[in-house]
């Protein structure tokens, strides 16, 4: 195939034509192309705003297809292969990037009690992965395989969580949270989100909660 006589050809062609032309590419494309080629224009088409229970519908699908093996893509691994990702597990971490993001959404739209049980939801299984339930396959692979800004949505979720939740509710799922980001040398800053956005009673249960569980914080935040 000669690529510029390829291009004369396509210069030539009305807008319907190219559009379904690209939708074909996108369609023969593995998740690492599309998202090379479209992330771009991904990122600009963002809703202005989400339907939660549509949303939540949506998460719930996910999960049970994730705990279903729908992602689960094994092989035998080899010196030759080590460094390959199916593209089942890279299809995973682009969705939960996507819906993470959808979920922050709702933060942004003062629906924090859905907002709570989408990024709750989402939370349980990137903990089911990071623990090495059969979700996804890969020699190596984590969160920071996530796409989007997980800072962001992490943050998101903190601040549902504060709006909705007792002191004990909030610091049972808050300390975890900052648990899990101290394993990621803090780079969600989970904590100080937590001790911004909690309320009096809140934060001095989060303390309590950090306190019994021995969990490491950042020292410059630290009371």
């Known amino acids: 195939m000669d ?16 559009l379904k032309l690209l939708q074909a590419a996108y369609d023969e ?16 088409s963002k809703p202005s705003t989400v339907e939660g229970q549509k949303l ?15 992602y689960y893509a094994p092989f035998n691994i080899n ?6 990702i199916p593209e089942e597990t890279e299809e995973w971490f682009d969705r939960v990037g996507a819906l993470l993001e959808a979920s922050a959404k709702l933060t942004e739209q003062d629906e924090h009690a859905k907002a709570v049980e989408c990024f709750t939801i ?18 190596e692979y ?3 395989m996530i796409s989007g800004d997980e800072k962001k949505c992490l943050k998101a979720y903190i601040t549902s969580l504060a709006a909705v939740s007792s002191a004990e509710a909030f610091a ?7 648990k899990r980001d101290s394993h990621h040398s803090f780079s969600a800053q989970a904590y100080a989100v937590a001790r911004h956005v ?26």
Request: hydrophobic content about 35%; aromatic content about 8%; overall charge positive.
């Open 3 to 18: 690529k510029r006589q390829l291009f004369e050809v396509l210069k030539k062609q009305n807008s319907a034509n190219l």
């Open 29 to 44: 494309m593995n998740t690492s192309q599309r998202r090379r080629v479209f992330g771009e224009f991904a990122r600009q």
């Open 56 to 70: 939540l519908k949506e998460i719930k699908k996910f999960h049970q297809q994730s705990f279903d093996g729908v």
């Open 79 to 84: 010196s030759k292969n080590w460094t390959h």
């Open 122 to 139: 989402l939370y349980e299984l990137i903990e089911a992965m990071e623990s090495g339930e059969d979700i996804v396959f890969a020699d």
């Open 142 to 144: 984590g969160s920071w």
């Open 172 to 178: 049972a799922i808050a300390a975890p949270l900052i």
């Open 198 to 223: 909690a309320n009096k009673e809140q934060c001095a249960r989060l303390q309590e909660e950090i306190k019994r569980q021995n969990i490491r914080v950042p020292d410059k935040t630290k009371k």
